[in-house]
């Protein structure tokens, strides 16, 4: 879940699939039916081999295909009563979402290397990128990152690097199909993608000219003081207006009433640099309140649910709460953060949403494993407009 420094590796990427158009819809892709039983071990000593298919969560043809569940949601109205939503995918997305997981390796010693079991890997992604097939087609790679043990990384980031590195080049050579595309990440996925994108991104006009833009939250992302870019990257600024392409949405979020202190682990940066931190709802056209929360039923780790319990009855596996939660960027003792506030009014009868976790809070996390459920619905609206902007 922490953000971490990675080192750098050259390669050439081939552009000959971006200069062309063409449409990676999953009706004309052949289907492969998964099975990751024989990867209990991927080892550390050789590249993943990514035209695989089982090394992606999410791919068109795959089956199943992880971002293709049942993401149907329990919208609590203001007046008690419920209704359900339904989740909608699209038929034919004309644009992608390149998409990498947070750290779910929890009690693991080194790099993960046990892709036969992914359940970990589906609570992030169904959380956070699954309902993004709404707008595109998600595309998520299998990664060996980096493990969390207690309180501390153990393994080679080299390689999760690595691994991301190899997956988005197969995607941009075999899978992409000239078609634009988002790149999307949370914590260590974010911090692995940063990386990548400094490499393989950043100084390459070829590949920066098909990205609608990148969210990259909760991974520490560094602009230099006061100005849109001049830190981690050099050439993908901030994103600034709506339908604005080509820039960088990233953030980490805290409650307004408790707000990062000494033993923050996010919103720092060293001297001359802030975490860059876009509220995603003005570039959604939206100066109120975020337009839809999303909340997961059930969690597999248990250090990850929420303190407030799900209200009885509820059969989706999504909670949706709609207009109760405002965001601002705030910069002062040395943080930059997106602080959060509840505004259930007078009268409204929802219970407080199950967005608070007060473990992982006092761990110095913040908000962070909300960082996306608390603004998706503007997320999804921001890179909606940005790929019709791009069209």
């Not at 392409?245 to 000494?262: H, V």
């Amino acid at each position: 879940m922490l953000g971490m420094r990675t080192k750098r590796f050259g390669f050439l990427l081939g552009l000959a699939c971006l200069l062309g158009c063409g449409d990676s819809s999953s009706s004309s892709v052949p289907v492969t039916l998964i099975d990751r039983s024989n990867l209990t071990n991927v080892g550390t000593t050789s590249p993943l081999d990514y035209s695989n298919p089982n090394l992606w969560m999410c791919r068109p043809g795959n089956e199943p295909n992880e971002c293709h569940v049942d993401l149907d949601a329990t919208e609590l109205l203001a007046d008690g009563s419920r209704t359900i939503v339904p989740h909608q995918r699209a038929s034919k997305p004309e644009f992608d979402c390149f998409y990498v997981y947070p750290t779910v390796d929890l009690t693991g010693d080194g790099n993960m290397v046990n892709f036969s079991d992914v359940s970990l890997v589906r609570d992030p992604l169904y959380a956070q990128a699954a309902r993004f097939t709404r707008v595109c087609e998600v595309y998520a790679p299998l990664y060996r990152q980096v493990s969390l043990s207690g309180v501390s990384f153990t393994g080679d980031p080299a390689l999760a690097l690595q691994d991301v590195r190899d997956a988005f080049k197969f995607y941009l050579e075999h899978l992409n199909n000239g078609r634009n595309f988002v790149i999307m990440g949370h914590s260590q996925g974010s911090a692995v993608l940063a990386s990548m994108m400094q490499t393989d991104v950043d100084p390459v006009p070829a590949v920066r000219s098909h990205m609608i833009s990148a969210i990259l939250l909760g991974g520490g992302v560094t602009v230099a003081a006061g100005q849109l870019a001049g830190g981690t990257f050099q050439n993908i600024p901030t994103c600034s207006r709506p339908a604005e392409t080509g820039c960088l949405i990233a953030y980490s979020s805290f409650d307004k009433t408790n707000p990062p202190g000494a033993n923050a682990l996010f919103g720092r940066a060293p001297a001359g640099f802030e975490t860059a931190c876009v509220d995603p709802a003005p570039l959604a056209g939206n100066q109120g309140l975020y337009r839809g929360s999303y909340f997961p039923i059930s969690v597999n780790q248990p250090i990850f649910r929420p303190d407030e319990p799900i209200p009885p009855g509820v059969t989706t596996p999504f909670l949706l709460y709609r207009r109760v939660f405002q965001g601002e960027c705030v910069h002062e003792n040395c943080f930059s953060y997106l602080q959060i506030s509840l505004q259930l009014a007078p009268g409204d009868q929802r219970s407080e949403p199950p967005y608070r976790t007060s473990v992982v809070e006092s761990l110095g996390f913040g908000l962070h494993l909300v960082d996306y459920n608390l603004e998706l619905d503007d997320l999804i609206d921001v890179v909606t407009q940005q790929a019709a902007a791009m069209r």
